[in-house]
């Protein structure tokens, strides 16, 4: 439940419902709006006096939740979360994009591709030194090797850093260089790498699981928020569908459910979401007017030559053209690139 206090509720007033709820056993995490504060409440309601709570003079009104996630939920944060990665802001009127290659496979291919992203005006720089394959026998990344050349490359051009991490072991190790920590696919119900992200203090790039509903990455978004950590972001990246003519099936109408749904900022992924690169400039123009808050896109030097994702790699010159697109839907939507 959420426990919506008065517009002229005092800190002190504040503190004094929360004391009494967490008194009765119960978690209370606090979203101060422009408004009014909401108390979010969790765990057992049996054990606390609701209808005494309400007859509080501070509080407005109790709205009980009936969705499984709660601090996800729109209704505990009514306006959009915004998430500040150094000067860019997530879920602003900013629009965020992120490009790179699939892996990070030596540091002239990096630093190579970072100057590519800079130049069509890309915020941050995405490359995998920890890859999940799907086969033990194709390369698995770089490791702490690649994260370094990836650090190399925010020194030389400011662009911020994102990268996957597959388990709590190297957790520690990709926080040292990265600036928003990626949650691939495959690891989207890790539930103790969720907790375990959820207790650093990087903002986290959930991508939704390969067939994954809507309510159960709205979960896992759950898991890292309860830990703590309030800057997730979600990461639409396609579905299984029985469609075989691309390699999954990109859902865009996650966004406006994400948006419906939840105050947490949503992007898109086209290239995983499709698997083709001809694929991916119409969907990233799509994913902006449907209003989504940024792309995560692939882009290598040389697609045809990439160790992965190399079919839908965009190549310089249509990473350039989808920039040049996308800036010019995000004017219509009335979002800045
Ligand atoms: C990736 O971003 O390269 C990746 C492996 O993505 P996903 O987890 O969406 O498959
Ligand atoms: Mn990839």
């Not at 002229?8 to 929360?18: L, T």
């Not at 207790?199 to 759950?222: C, F, N, Q």
Request: aromatic letters at 4%; hydrophobic letters at 40%.
């Amino acid at each position: 439940m959420i426990v919506v206090m008065n517009p002229s509720a005092m800190p002190e007033s504040i503190e004094k419902v929360k004391a009494r709820l967490e008194e009765a056993g119960l978690g209370v995490h606090i979203s101060t709006g422009e408004n009014r504060t909401i108390l979010g409440v969790l765990g057992d309601k049996r054990k606390v006096n609701i209808q005494a709570i309400e007859m509080m003079d501070e509080v407005e009104k109790i709205v009980h939740i009936e969705a499984p996630f709660k601090l996800a939920n729109k209704q505990f944060h009514p306006e959009p979360t915004v998430i500040s990665v150094g000067d860019i802001q997530i879920g602003s009127q900013q629009l965020a994009v992120m490009a790179g290659p699939c892996s990070v496979e030596s540091r002239e291919q990096l630093l190579e591709t970072a100057a590519i992203v800079k130049e069509g005006g890309a915020q941050f720089l995405r490359g995998g030194a920890y890859k999940p394959r799907s086969s033990p026998y194709s390369f698995q990344g770089l490791g702490e090797e690649g994260l370094k050349i990836l650090a190399e490359a925010r020194e030389k051009t400011g662009l911020k850093i994102v990268s996957e991490v597959m388990d709590t072991e190297s957790l520690p190790v990709v926080c040292e260089y990265v600036d928003v920590l990626q949650i691939g696919a495959r690891n989207m119900q890790n539930f103790h790498l969720l907790k375990a992200v959820g207790r650093t203090d990087k903002p986290v790039l959930l991508k939704r699981g390969l067939s994954a509903t809507i309510e159960e990455w709205l979960m896992a978004a759950e898991y890292i928020l309860n830990e703590g950590n309030h800057r997730v972001i979600l990461c639409e990246r396609g579905i299984r569908t029985f469609e075989t003519y691309t390699r999954n099936t990109l859902d865009l109408s996650t966004v406006p459910v994400i948006k419906h749904l939840s105050h947490l900022p949503i992007i898109i992924d086209p290239s995983h979401g499709t698997g083709k690169w001809r694929y991916v400039v119409p969907m990233a123009r799509a994913a902006v007017a449907a209003g989504a808050d940024g792309l995560i896109v692939e882009v290598h030097p040389q697609p045809e030559k990439a160790w992965s994702d190399g079919p839908q790699s965009l190549n310089p010159a249509a990473y350039a053209e989808m920039m040049k697109e996308v800036r010019k839907i995000a004017a219509v939507m009335g979002r800045v690139l």
